[in-house]
């Protein structure tokens, strides 16, 4: 091998290294909703093809696929805060039944979790395995409201 072409190697692995450090810190990390409105059909309530009970403050909406192995750890995560805090209901839907509902929301990756307010307003997203404290920081407005 040339001198130039294990630089060129070594180039792509650290960009690539790089690349996997940005991904892996980013993902878990909880964003705040996009000023841009979703229409009400597209809403978590009305893609879940449910009406909020009146305990109900927060939907989380998970977006997952069936060979998604985050998509089961998220899931478990998100249903045992569901079953704990009071105001949260937690609905997991497959992307390869529903691939919709991933257009509707512009769902790119699984899994992804979007939490709507009782009103349909989509208050946050989360890529990847949610961090729970950063999430329930993120919900407590909305929650307290319940409280």
């Keep these: 091998m040339s001198v130039v072409g294990a630089v060129v190697v070594v180039a792509v692995l650290a960009i690539a ?3 996997g450090l940005v991904m892996r810190a980013r993902s878990g990390r909880v964003r705040a909703a996009e000023a841009a409105a979703i229409p009400d059909e597209a809403s978590g309530w ?25 998509c089961r750890q998220t899931a ?13 209901r937690h609905v997991e839907i497959d992307v390869a039944d529903d691939p919709d509902a991933a257009r509707a929301l512009h769902v790119m990756r ?6 709507f307010a009782r009103d349909g307003r989509e208050l946050l997203r989360v890529s990847g395995v ?15 409201a319940r409280r």
Excluded: K
Aim: hydrophobic share 45%; aromatic share 0%; glycine share 2%.
């Design 17 to 19: 290294t790089v690349i």
């Design 46 to 70: 009305a893609l879940a093809d449910l009406a909020p009970d009146p305990d109900d403050r927060v939907l989380l909406l998970q977006l997952s696929s069936p060979v998604c192995a985050p």
């Design 76 to 88: 478990a995560a998100l249903t045992e805060l569901a079953e704990r805090e009071t105001g949260l």
């Design 110 to 115: 699984t899994p992804t979790t979007i939490a």
């Design 130 to 144: 949610p961090r729970r404290r950063e999430l329930l920081d993120a919900l407590d407005t909305e929650l307290a």
